[in-house]
């Protein structure tokens, strides 16, 4: 029992006595701050990387949703005044009519009467109308061109050599558009060349 004891504790003394080695890996201090400064300057870098991609990818997005908005207000625009032009078109249609009375009066008024204060009144509150309407880009329909089926209708014509063919020779209602658009075409008397007469003709073979 004592010769193990013994043993034991020449083994623990001989083992306390033995040396540590400590191994000198070559590197100083300066050099492992300076190595654990690129580590950390590295992982910095790559987060700043990572934050400027997450950035980019919001600003993106974020002009996505600016352009897709702008998008809706410029449509919303445009359907408004789409709408405000239908409504305007349909108001003019039921207003021509309340004109064409005012010049049918005018046209057939005496002279007199249209140099009297209720003609001048008269006048006056046609050129208000009309004025008014301009505003709002309601035009006549040019007729001093010649005839043009999509502004004019012919609703009678007449025959004649004097004026080339398709000449407009009278208006018989006015015709006016809005913003371009046509309202109502001009009811017009339109030219046509006059046939020969068969006493006009050369004989057969002539």
Request: no cysteine; glycine share 4%; proline share 4%.
């Given at each position: 029992?004592?010769?193990?004891k013994?043993?034991?504790?020449?083994?623990?003394?001989?083992?306390?006595?033995?040396p540590?080695?400590?191994?000198?890996?070559g590197?100083?201090?300066?050099?492992?701050?300076?190595?654990?400064?690129?580590?950390?300057?590295?992982?910095?870098?790559?987060?700043?990387?990572?934050?400027?991609?997450?950035?980019?990818?919001?600003?993106?997005?974020?002009?996505r949703k600016?352009a897709?908005?702008?998008?809706?207000?410029?449509?919303?625009?445009?359907?408004k005044?789409?709408?405000?032009?239908?409504?305007?078109?349909?108001?003019a249609?039921?207003?021509?009519?309340?004109?064409?009375?005012?010049?049918?009066?005018m046209?057939?008024?005496?002279?007199?009467?249209?140099?009297?204060?209720?003609?001048?009144?008269?006048?006056?509150?046609?050129?208000?109308?009309?004025?008014?309407w301009?505003?709002?880009?309601?035009?006549e329909?040019?007729t001093?061109?010649?005839?043009?089926?999509n502004?004019?209708?012919?609703?009678?014509?007449?025959?004649?050599?004097?004026?080339?063919?398709?000449?407009?020779?009278?208006?018989?209602?006015?015709?006016?558009?809005?913003?371009?658009?046509?309202?109502?075409?001009?009811s017009v008397?339109?030219?046509?060349?006059?046939?020969?007469?068969?006493?006009?003709?050369?004989p057969?073979?002539?």
């Open positions: 029992m004592s010769d193990s013994d043993r034991e504790d020449g083994t623990a003394a001989s083992a306390a006595d033995d540590v080695e400590v191994r000198d890996s590197e100083s201090l300066e050099e492992a701050l300076a190595e654990e400064e690129r580590t950390a300057i590295l992982a910095a870098e790559e987060k700043l990387r990572s934050v400027e991609r997450d950035l980019a990818e919001l600003k993106d997005r974020h002009l600016l897709e908005l702008d998008n809706i207000r410029k449509r919303a625009e445009r359907e005044r789409e709408h405000f032009r239908v409504a305007l078109m349909d108001l249609r039921d207003f021509l009519p309340i004109l064409d009375n005012l010049d049918r009066a046209a057939h008024a005496s002279p007199e009467d249209r140099k009297s204060h209720f003609g001048q009144g008269i006048g006056l509150i046609r050129r208000q109308l009309m004025d008014l301009r505003r709002h880009g309601l035009e329909v040019d001093n061109v010649p005839f043009d089926p502004r004019h209708e012919a609703v009678s014509t007449e025959a004649t050599n004097e004026v080339p063919p398709n000449t407009i020779l009278e208006v018989l209602q006015k015709g006016y558009v809005l913003d371009g658009r046509l309202v109502r075409p001009a008397k339109v030219s046509v060349r006059e046939r020969e007469s068969l006493s006009e003709r050369p057969d073979g002539s």
